[in-house]
Nanobody, 124 residues
Framework: QAPLLESGGGLVQPGGSLRLSCLASGSTSNSYHLGWFRQAPGKDREFVAV???????YYGDSVKGRFSISRGDVKNTVYLQMNTLKPEDTAVYYCAAGRAVLSSIRDPNMYTSWGQGTQVTVSS
C-alpha cells in the first residue's frame, strides 16, 4: 500500500481554483521531500511543486505565481493550492515522496513513493 493518498481533484472552469491534499504516512512525511507532479495524456510526467525536508518550496515554471504548496495544520498533510487554472493544467496530479539532492528535486525519477493520482480537469 502506497504511503501517500491524494484528494481534491475535480472539474473546474478556467480561472477557477482547486486545492489538492496529500496525506502522507508518518515515516514518509518526517524526512522526505513531498512534491506534486502531473501527467496529461500523451505527455511525460511534469514537475509541479515540492516542499523540501527543510521546508523550502520550489515550483515548475508553468505554475509559478499561480500554485502554492504548503504543509497543513493536520499532521502529515501537504496541500497544493491551485489558482487561476488554465485548460493546460488538465492532468492527473500525483503526490510523491523522495530524498533527492536539491539539484534533482524536480526529477520524478528521484521520487520513490507515489500516490494513486487525482484527476484535475479545467474546462468550460
Amino acid at each position: 500500500q502506497a504511503p501517500l493518498l491524494e484528494s481534491g481533484g475535480g472539474l473546474v472552469q478556467p480561472g477557477g481554483s482547486l486545492r489538492l491534499s496529500c496525506l502522507a504516512s508518518g515515516s514518509t512525511s518526517n524526512s522526505y521531500h513531498l512534491g506534486w507532479f502531473r501527467q496529461a495524456p500523451g505527455k511525460d510526467r511534469e514537475f509541479v511543486a515540492v516542499l523540501s525536508r527543510t521546508s523550502h518550496t520550489y515550483y515548475g515554471d508553468s505554475v509559478k505565481g499561480r500554485f502554492s504548496i504548503s504543509r497543513g495544520d493536520v499532521k502529515n498533510t501537504v496541500y497544493l493550492q491551485m489558482n487561476t487554472l488554465k485548460p493546460e493544467d488538465t492532468a492527473v496530479y500525483y503526490c510523491a515522496a523522495g530524498r533527492a539532492v536539491l539539484s534533482s528535486i524536480r526529477d520524478p525519477n528521484m521520487y520513490t513513493s507515489w500516490g494513486q493520482g487525482t484527476q484535475v480537469t479545467v474546462s468550460s
